[in-house]
Nanobody, 119 residues
Framework: QVQLVESGGGLVQPGGSLRLSCLAS????????MSWYRQAPGNERELVAT????????NYADSVKGRFTISRDNAKNTVHLQMNSLKPEDTAVYYC????????????WGQGTQVTVSS
């Protein structure tokens, strides 16, 4: 059974930090590019950060560059998102996403974790 289970969300003050984690199971984690997306109320889901399966190459949305860091641990089937200098506009539900590598595979989504940045 495929699962992507996010954790680490919560309420934080502006300028604070949170570290999100996503634990994967049921598929070969190391072969997948992994991403974090987020969706705020009334907005479309947007890509926040991606890390490739090979080489760990990272890419970020302009809005989070320099503040967020994505990382992965293939031995633990886990991807993290370290979020620093958080702003109220970072408030959203954050989703973990596993992109399929081959056409016969499926993309997978986690259930999401709420991040609220407010004083």
């Amino acid at each position: 059974q495929v699962q992507l289970v996010e954790s680490g969300g919560g309420l934080v003050q502006p300028g604070g930090s949170l570290r999100l984690s996503c634990l994967a199971s049921g598929f070969t984690f190391s072969t997948r590019d992994m991403s974090w997306y987020r969706q705020a109320p009334g907005n479309e889901r947007e890509l926040v950060a991606t890390i490739t399966n090979i080489g760990g190459i990272t890419n970020y949305a302009d809005s989070v560059k320099g503040r967020f860091t994505i990382s992965r641990d293939n031995a633990k089937n886990t991807v993290h998102l370290q979020m620093n200098s958080l702003k109220p506009e970072d408030t959203a539900v954050y989703y973990c996403y596993a992109k399929r590598r081959w056409t016969w595979e499926y993309d997978y989504w986690g259930q999401g974790t709420q991040v609220t940045v407010s004083s």
